[in-house]
């Protein structure tokens, strides 16, 4: 909805994707340290991988030392093309900002929050997950209403679709107005 309205989005989810595909220093890096059983098809094998990292927190956190540093480089670059095209706003969607420390570094940090069990009914039926698997996803995040008590803004993207836009757009208005 920020795209629509004129923001240069920059998404971590899919820095996170771009950072281990074939021939990276990431995708080395994962092989490296998690073994071929997690490569399919020339490819990082997302699937399997995340079923292992979301049980296993000492897993988690290697593929995170692995991971987070090339996410963060992806995401300055990406942000820095932004800038020298001239982007009047840019938006860091950045899932993991709070569990990672990261919101002393934006002036502005905006929660899109939904109720937990919305979290769960939408991994299952946007995603594929299975419900133990998107628990044990959420379960391995800090709980959203902490999330909640430390943005500045949030967005209440548990309603239909028309109210969730209204609050981007009396957002939008307020922080790019």
Request: glycine share 8%; no cysteine.
């Amino acid at each position: 909805m920020l795209r629509e309205l004129g923001a240069t989005v920059v998404d971590a989810d899919e820095a996170a994707h771009a950072v281990y595909e074939p021939g990276t220093q990431g995708f080395a890096a994962v092989v490296r340290e998690f073994g071929e059983k997690f490569v399919s098809d020339g490819r990082i094998d997302r699937k399997r991988l995340g079923e292992l990292v979301f049980k296993d927190a000492d897993a988690r956190q290697r593929l995170n030392v692995i991971v987070h540093p090339l996410v963060r480089e992806w995401m300055a670059a990406r942000t820095a093309e932004a800038a020298e095209r001239g982007a009047g706003v840019v938006v860091q969607d950045v899932p993991l900002l709070f569990e990672n420390g990261l919101e002393r570094l934006f002036p502005v940090v905006v929660l899109v929050w939904v109720p937990r069990e919305v979290q769960i009914d939408r991994l299952v039926s946007g995603r594929g997950f299975s419900r133990e698997r998107a628990s044990e996803v959420i379960a391995a995040q800090m709980p959203i209403d902490e999330k909640r008590a430390r943005a500045q803004h949030v967005i209440d993207n548990s309603g239909a679709t028309e109210l969730t836009l209204a609050q981007v757009q009396r957002l939008w208005e307020e922080l790019a107005g």
